[in-house]
């Protein structure tokens, strides 16, 4: 049995000495490790660990009062052998003096007599014998405060009557060597020196040559490492940027400042839509105010009153200007895109965003004030509505969704819309919006071809792929959540 | 958006066809509406704003009664010329300039009625109406009041009536002050000197819109007749939901009678007179590459139009309470819907273009390879984080209607996030160390500047300039460069312990030793090292 380590060499041998059983206080080993070889010989088959609820005792303040000075029964008779209940209260204390006087006479060390209508306690034969005898109750006590509880009952009640003792419980555990174990020992058992941590000295004396080297319990618990690791988010961008790039596609970015022109006018937002009130959107007071060319904004305005030459009613309301200036944290980084038409508008384009947007909303555990939005177009000559499908349907597949699907669905900017959902765990779980960019967006900056656009969400990705249902989760970080996440 | 509510059973019934649930789950969000829930025998749906006809559930019944093909095409309502009228006194032109009216006659009122109606009423109010702004809508019991009608103007104190859950006569003006909507809605009448009102002959009140009926003409169970009024500053709006409003009571068996209004012109509502687009038929094979024309016309008729082939192009017919119609692309997504979204077949674009992304994983790399975990803060950010706790001052894009004092600003550095991350990470093992690659906005010259940094703090009891030094050094041989410094002061690090980094001649960033004050503004009681990088100088590549 070479797979022994020495320490549970040597509690085997301590048992041997024993007869085989051995509480672990008495192994002459430390013990953690006692327990720790029990437990690793208990699963070889060679020990079993027997626990057991046993009570114990320890002494009050009464109890040690009792040890140190004698019961109080014995104080009672100070040289004298018959004196006044009066004085002894007066020397004792009254309460003292009650008990002494209460169990000297139970155990028949004295008696109590009445002369001249005073009370006298005297003392018995048994009384002077007694009083020279170290008692029964103080045997007990010595032994209790050295840790040796075997008692008898009877002491142990009165102890506890005079409450000179307390009662706990406690888990007794004794080891004791099983069949297979007997085996072991008698085969007998050698202690040999054994290599554990191999050092830079032994292997350049060669000391290994001659030693063998512990066998180690692979299963032991080993200390945790904390590595560094990107952020799930993160993860998740840089694969969807893989995906868009190698599909074609051209990485674009834009900023958080925006103006209401290019959010929102020139995307064919009216200026009544309620995603413009100050209850959806983040307006800026610093700085107030974002630069736009005036020949945009009365053109884009024609487009709102009366479809310019678009073939479009338009939203037939008359158009205020000067909102087209007001700053605010962009929507949607639809905005991105259509600043990118206006810049490239010749056909084919291919560009796409995974970038921050803002919406007025308070923070739970579904809602973020910010968020992330993959944003894309496909430009290209005669793009129509199955290539959207078909985008779509190959960016899913390649972020490992099997089943989509598509239904139709409502923006200000695209027409036909649609909402694409795809199945996660037997469940259609909405994952964003996608359509084809309207004539009034398009035309107006000489975009005469269809523009299929989507903007879909990326923390809901993270979100199920991680199986959070808190989304704050992703942006308050817990170090040790962090630490714990596989990568994605 | 609206989210409407509609009873199963009364749908059915409408629809007058039985359809097992699972099919109508199925068929619902088909044609263009979200659905929400199915549960006890109730169906709530979102309707998008393009499609405020089905912001009721005789609007829905109607739609998916010619989408199911039960009854597929223009829906025809017969419509009796007018008998009664309405005046329209000028004194409304300043405040609440356009009306329409409508007589549904022979109205079945039952609890379902009652509870649309309202319904409907509430929705239309809010969508269309923009909370009764640009419309708002009386309807009245007909039989308690005598034709003709005068829309008019008055003073706010000049007539008083019983308005609708009241006992007493009110003047207007009391109305604003005391009565439940009038509270709510006053501010619609601001500043304005005259209020709008709908009196019969007898000068007894309809409504005083668009705050409150009076309660003379209020429902009730025996009501047979109603009238419709709608107000409104916007022409179209008004128009568009008296349609829709009265073609709902006449999908209840109601009957349509129309109404004279007498103004500057005259007109007459409810005008139910269909709306003429041409459609190109390659128009619609462009977007949809749907070949076969006689697809495109079902389609359209599933969608509730008419349709007549004309050569080339086809004379579409759509309802006059379809209000979204501007351009024939919005016929083109009927098409699609009316055809199926999940009949059209995947294709891929056929342009050549060739990819590129900023990918960070370079950054990634090197810091992962520190031992850094990254992590990702809001952009949103306070001028007590940014810059108070942070022993600065500064200037930041600030927020006009923030959600909370606590996100007011935009970030103009990633440190104090970085700082505050740790300060939530008090019970977490010591030593930490977190990076952030991400944007912030910088507010100079009354602009908002944009920059991406990279940005990395270290907790330890034993971290010191040197380890960061070492650190930054590292990542800069990452990128090619050879670290090269310069003394700086910032009174978030300790003086004599900070440095910026400089690439090419210019600062790129700068790091060091965080100022016990700031470590404890941020409840730490650690060593914390910090650097900040401009991504731009250590990946300029990337923006090429």
């Known amino acids: 049995m070479d797979v022994l380590s020495p320490l549970e060499k040597k509690l085997l041998i301590a048992l041997e000495k024993n007869k085989g059983r051995i509480s672990p206080e008495k192994s002459g080993m430390e013990l953690v490790k006692t327990m720790n070889s029990a437990s690793w010989l208990q699963s070889k088959g060679l020990v079993e660990v027997e626990e057991k609820l046993i009570s114990e005792y320890e002494l009050t303040e009464e109890g040690k009062k009792f040890l140190e000075e004698g019961l109080p029964e014995k104080s009672l008779f100070k040289d004298k052998e018959k004196e006044k209940i009066g004085e002894i209260e007066n020397r004792m204390g009254k309460k003292d003096a009650k008990i002494a006087i209460g169990w000297a006479k139970r155990k028949g060390w004295c008696e109590i007599k009445v002369e001249n209508g005073e009370k006298y306690v005297v003392i018995t034969e048994k009384g002077k014998k007694e009083i020279e005898r170290k008692q029964e109750e103080e045997k007990a006590l010595e032994k209790i405060s050295e840790g040796d509880f075997e008692i008898d009952e009877e002491i142990l009640k009165i102890l506890k009557r005079r409450g000179a003792i307390r009662e706990k419980e406690k888990v007794k555990r004794i080891i004791f060597l099983t069949e297979k174990g007997w085996e072991v020992v008698k085969s007998g058992i050698e202690i040999k020196e054994e290599i554990s941590q ?6 350049r004396s060669g000391e290994w040559k001659n030693k063998n080297f512990r066998r180690y319990d692979v299963r ?31 990485e674009i970015k834009g900023n958080y400042v925006e103006s209401c022109f290019w959010n929102m006018d020139a995307l064919f937002i009216p200026q009544d839509h309620p995603a413009r009130d100050m209850q959806d959107t983040f307006y800026c007071n610093k700085p107030e105010k974002v630069d736009v060319d005036e020949t945009l904004i009365k053109k884009i305005s024609g487009i709102h009153e009366n479809g310019g030459e678009t073939g479009s009613k338009g939203w037939r309301y008359s158009f205020r200007m000067e909102e087209s200036k007001k700053a605010l944290l ?11 038409l206006f810049m490239n508008p010749n056909p084919p384009a291919k560009v796409f965003s995974i970038e921050r947007v803002f919406r007025r909303e308070n923070i739970d555990s579904t809602h973020l004030p910010e968020f992330h939005q993959i944003e894309g177009i496909v430009y290209e000559k005669d793009a129509n509505f199955c290539m959207l ?3 779509l349907k190959e960016f899913y597949n390649r972020m490992g969704f099997e089943k989509i699907r598509f239904r139709p669905s409502y923006f200000p900017y695209t027409e036909p819309s649609l909402e694409i959902e795809v199945m996660w765990m037997d469940k259609w779980i909405e ?6 960019f309207r004539p009034e967006v398009t035309y107006p900056f000489g975009v005469k071809e269809p523009v299929l656009a989507w903007g879909l969400g990326l923390e809901r990705i993270a979100m199920i792929m991680l199986g959070l249902n808190d989304i704050r989760k992703l942006y308050f970080s817990d170090i040790e959540w962090l630490r714990e996440l596989p990568l994605l | 958006m609206p989210v409407v509510n509609v009873n199963y059973n009364d749908l059915i019934s409408l629809i007058g066809k039985d359809i097992e649930k699972d099919e109508l789950i199925e068929k619902i969000p088909m044609i263009g509406v979200s659905l929400e829930r199915f549960e006890n025998g109730e169906i709530s749906v979102e309707v998008f704003p393009n499609r405020p006809d089905l912001l009721g559930v005789e609007g829905i019944a109607r739609a998916m009664k010619s989408f199911l093909e039960i009854e597929s095409g223009l829906k025809k309502y017969d419509v009796s010329p007018p008998k009664i009228f309405m005046n329209v006194d000028k004194s409304v032109e300043k405040v609440r300039p356009y009306i329409g009216g409508a007589v549904v006659r022979n109205v079945e009122m039952n609890e379902e009625t009652i509870i649309s109606l309202m319904e409907m009423q509430e929705k239309l109010h809010f969508s269309v109406g923009k909370n009764r702004k640009k419309m708002a809508i009386g309807v009245h019991d007909f039989d308690k009041v005598n034709p003709p009608f005068l829309y008019k103007a008055v003073k706010p104190y000049e007539i008083k009536f019983v308005p609708l859950g009241w006992e007493e006569e009110m003047t207007m003006e009391e109305i604003l002050e005391k009565h439940e909507k009038g509270i709510e809605y006053a501010y619609l009448l ?3 000197d005259v209020y709008p009102i709908i009196q019969d002959k007898n000068e007894n009140v309809l409504s005083f819109p668009p705050i409150i009926n009076g309660q003379l003409t209020a429902l009730s169970y025996e009501t047979r007749n109603i009238f419709i009024d709608v107000t409104g500053t916007d022409m179209n709006a ?25 103004g500057k012109e005259e007109i007459i509502t409810p005008d139910l007179t269909p709306q003429k687009n041409e459609l190109q038929i390659d128009y619609v094979k462009k977007i949809l590459e749907i070949k076969n024309k006689s697809n495109i016309i079902v389609a359209l008729k599933k969608m509730g139009h008419d349709v007549e082939e004309d050569g080339n192009k086809i004379n579409v017919y759509s309802p006059a ?34 990819g590129k992304s900023f990918s960070f994983s370079k950054i990634q790399n090197t810091m992962i390879g520190l031992g850094f975990n990254e992590v990702v803060t809001l952009s949103l950010s306070n001028p007590e984080k940014e810059f108070l706790k942070m022993g600065i001052k500064g200037n930041a894009v600030q927020i006009e209607n923030p959600i909370s004092t606590e996100h007011s600003i935009l970030k103009q550095s990633l440190l104090p996030s970085l700082l505050e991350i740790l300060s939530k990470n008090r019970h977490n093992e010591l030593p930490q160390q977190i990076y952030e690659t991400g944007d912030v906005v910088l507010f100079e010259e009354g602009k908002a500047k944009q920059k991406t940094m990279l940005s990395g703090v270290k907790i330890s009891s034993k971290a010191n300039f040197t380890e960061c030094k070492s650190i930054v050094e590292a990542i800069l041989k990452n990128f090619g460069f050879k670290l090269e410094v310069e003394e700086k002061e910032h009174n978030s690090f300790i003086n004599g312990r900070c440095a910026s980094i400089i690439i090419d001649g210019e600062e790129a960033g700068y790091f060091g030793e965080i100022h016990p004050s700031v470590i404890c503004n941020f409840e730490l009681e650690y060593p914390v090292i910090a650097f900040e990088i401009d991504v731009s100088k250590l990946l300029p590549s990337l923006y090429k």
């Open chain 1, 389 to 391: 499908k078909g985008i």
């Open chain 1, 220 to 250: 032991a618990f080993s200390p945790s490492i904390n590595i560094g690791k990107p952020h799930p988010l993160s993860q998740l961008m840089e694969k969807i940027r893989k995906i868009f790039s190698e599909m074609g596609f051209k």
């Open chain 2, 238 to 262: 008004v128009l568009s939901a008296l349609n829709i409003i009265s073609t709902a009571l006449a999908e209840r068996g109601g009957k349509l009678e129309q109404v004279r209004i007498i």
């Open chain 2, 190 to 192: 601001k500043n304005k």
């Open chain 2, 321 to 354: 309470w379809r209000a979204d119609i501007l351009h024939p692309i919005d016929l083109v997504e009927d098409v699609a819907i009316g055809y199926g979204y999940e009949r059209f077949k995947e294709s891929m674009p056929k342009s050549v273009t060739f």
């Open chain 1, 330 to 340: 962009r929507t949607h980084t639809t905005v991105n895109t259509i600043r990118y």
């Open chain 1, 198 to 203: 191999l050092t830079h000295e032994i292997i």
């Open chain 1, 431 to 436: 994952l964003g919006g996608a359509g084809i």
